[in-house]
């Protein structure tokens, strides 16, 4: 079992930043990707970008340019940042790891807020 823990959601202005951070509880040995989702009220969850155990790296198209997936694999941490934040942005953003067995259901966080608002 891999717990994941996000951290740095709020409520920010357009055009400001944040920065995600996903702290897992074990090393990622066992992991094939980690990753950032969110979900907006009324819509599905939707991929926003992952990073796979080789450094492979993609984005949804609505955010490439703007938020920069990273990780610190001594502290087994993901982060996402997040900049030239626009009011579409808001959303819950759930942090995922994704086991390299395919038997294996993904992890996922509680979900950190993100609000885009003045």
């Known amino acids: 079992q891999v717990q994941l823990v996000e951290s740095g959601g709020g409520l920010v202005q357009p055009g400001g930043s944040l920065r995600l951070s996903c702290a897992a509880s074990r090393s990622s040995f066992n992991l094939i990707a980690r990753g950032w989702y969110r979900q907006a009220p009324g819509k599905q969850r939707e991929l926003v970008a992952t990073?796979?155990?080789?450094?492979?790296?993609d984005y949804a198209d609505s955010v490439k340019g703007r938020f920069t997936i990273s990780r610190d694999s001594a502290k087994n941490t993901v982060y996402l940042q997040m900049n030239s934040l626009k009011s579409e942005d808001t959303a819950l953003y759930y942090c995922?790891?994704?086991?390299?067995?395919?038997?294996?259901?993904?992890?996922w966080g509680q979900g950190t807020q993100v609000t885009v608002s003045s």
């Open positions: 995922n790891a994704r086991p390299s067995n395919p038997w294996q259901s993904d992890y």
């Open positions: 990073i796979t155990r080789d450094g492979s790296i």
